[in-house]
């Protein structure tokens, strides 16, 4: 991605921070420190302020990021793991003494999570040794698990938070800065690469005055209502696959064994999760001006159109489509 953007002159700097902030009606003013302790001072018409979860733009402008803390502590390591499950599946298993997932996520490493709310050792863990992951996985995986020392491990709590607003006069929040939810089903940087991607064509019009400054409100608009839908699905996924409450449990290993076979339910938790279920239908960008035809609805992702109007289209540009309608009058 670095060299992609170097061959379109956006050189991406490493190790600045920025240090202070301040916008006004027509700028923004930002105070860079440089590695080796230059200042520089920057002006620009907008910020995107992507500086994660902690973000420092929303905590110097004292804007609220509001919540709640999970109850679950989990563990993670990064490691070589072998076993006789296929190989590029991922697992979870559920017990009474918590939950242990697995899943590949390159040629080598395996990422491995575990629950540990109930274990008194290692529910305050920061990170785990050799032993402790292999323990792990004998306790909780009814599987054998051969595994290496691992390369990276890590106690995590969850924080379910949200900004109020994605947008502050000249500056605009997007990733975890804007949203913090539970990892479970992978959502995080998806949903931040997103808000991204739909901040940044509109962003480009409004620079190049192709489209006036309301544009920018449909970011907010949009975004939020994803991000709250990532929230709620989230933590009700965490707590639903954590739970101990002996109905939940039934219904949920009930809903997994049985409806969870079912086709149009792995579609419609692929869509979720993968996020092209989005829809931005309701809102002020896109009017349906026949609801009641059938067909792909206007404001939502179609996999089948996509893929046809790739081969001309980047997904950041409008596109004129003409579409000849065949009426039979009788
Ligand atoms: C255990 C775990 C598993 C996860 N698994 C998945 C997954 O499978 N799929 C998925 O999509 N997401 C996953 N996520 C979530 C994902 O990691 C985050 O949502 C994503 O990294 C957020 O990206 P971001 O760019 O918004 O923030 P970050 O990745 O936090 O990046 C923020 C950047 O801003 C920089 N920064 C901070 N302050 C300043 C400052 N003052 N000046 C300059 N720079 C600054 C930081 O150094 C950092 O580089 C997981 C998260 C966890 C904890």
């Not at 670095?2 to 006004?24: F, G, P, W």
């Not at 004292?62 to 076993?83: N, Y």
């Not at 996520?105 to 395996?110: I, V």
């Amino acid at each position: 991605m670095i060299k992609r953007l170097r061959e379109k002159n956006i050189i991406v700097e490493m190790e600045v921070s920025v240090t202070d902030i301040q916008e006004n009606d027509s700028n923004v003013r930002v105070i860079l420190q440089h590695k080796d302790g230059r200042q520089e001072e920057l002006n620009s018409e907008w910020v995107i302020a992507c500086d994660g979860g902690n973000s420092f733009v929303r905590e110097k402008l004292g804007i609220s990021f509001t919540g709640k803390e999970l109850t679950q502590h989990f563990v993670l390591a990064d490691a070589e793991v072998q076993s006789d499950l296929i190989k590029d599946e991922g697992y979870v298993f559920i017990s009474d003494d918590g939950m242990f997932l697995f899943i590949r996520f390159n040629e080598k490493y395996s990422r491995i999570i575990a629950e540990v709310s109930h274990d008194p050792l290692l529910n305050k863990a920061k990170n785990l040794t050799y032993e402790q992951v292999k323990q792990l996985a004998e306790n909780l995986c009814p599987f054998p698990l051969k595994i290496s020392e691992p390369v990276w491990t890590s106690g995590f709590w969850i924080h379910e938070n949200m900004i109020a607003n994605y947008r502050h006069k000249r500056i605009f929040f997007a990733g975890d800065a804007a949203h913090l939810h539970s990892p479970a089903g992978g959502q995080g940087m998806n949903t931040g690469i997103q808000d991204a991607y739909n901040l940044s064509w509109k962003l480009a019009y409004v620079l190049h005055g192709k489209c006036s400054e309301f544009l920018l409100d449909t970011y907010q608009i949009e975004r939020q209502q994803v991000g709250r839908n990532v929230l709620r699905n989230t933590t009700l996924l965490t707590n639903v696959m954590t739970t101990h409450n002996f109905i939940v449990k039934h219904v949920r290993d009930f809903v997994i064994s049985h409806l969870g076979k079912m086709n149009f339910v792995q579609k419609k938790i692929a869509n979720t999760f993968s996020e092209l279920a989005t829809s931005y239908s309701k809102n002020l960008l896109v009017k349906d001006c026949m609801p009641w035809r059938s067909g792909p609805k206007v404001g939502t992702f179609n996999a089948d159109i996509f893929s046809r109007l790739q081969t001309f289209h980047n997904g950041t540009s409008f596109v004129l489509l003409s579409i000849r309608l065949n009426m039979r009058i009788s």
